[in-house]
Nanobody
Framework: QVQLVESGGGLVQAGGSLRLSCAAS????????MGWFRQAPGKEREFVAR????????YYSESVKGRFTISRDNAKNTVDLQMNSLKPEDTAVYYC???????????????????WGQGTQVTVSS
């Protein structure tokens, strides 16, 4: 079992920054790829970013590329999402997710991630 706990959400003005963090339980964190997703009211959950198990490869959705940065610390069992130049359309609940079956490569499909955190709210005011 993997337990994920997100933190760092909040209210920020457009153009501002936030850093989300996800803490994972367990001793095999370094074998999972990790992802961030978000879900706005009335919309489907969408892919934001992914980092492979070793941290060598990262992937971003087109809507956040150049503004968000995903990183991980396998010694601390954490994965972070640095969000800069935030826009009102970034407002959503952000979820951390773990993919135990594909440590490398890319998948943006939520059902491919077997473990999820409870989510943290990010609100960007205009």
């Amino acid at each position: 079992q993997v337990q994920l706990v997100e933190s760092g959400g909040g209210l920020v003005q457009a153009g501002g920054s936030l850093r989300l963090s996800c803490a994972a339980s367990g001793r095999t964190f370094s074998t999972y790829a990790m992802g961030w997703f978000r879900q706005a009211p009335g919309k489907e959950r969408e892919f934001v970013a992914r980092i492979t198990s070793s941290g060598v490869s990262v992937y971003y959705s087109e809507s956040v590329k150049g503004r968000f940065t995903i990183s991980r610390d396998n010694a601390k069992n954490t994965v972070d999402l640095q969000m800069n130049s935030l826009k009102p359309e970034d407002t959503a609940v952000y979820y951390c997710a773990a993919d135990r079956t594909r440590p490398y490569g890319i998948t943006v499909v939520p059902r491919d991630y077997g473990y999820w955190g409870q989510g943290t709210q990010v609100t960007v005011s205009s």
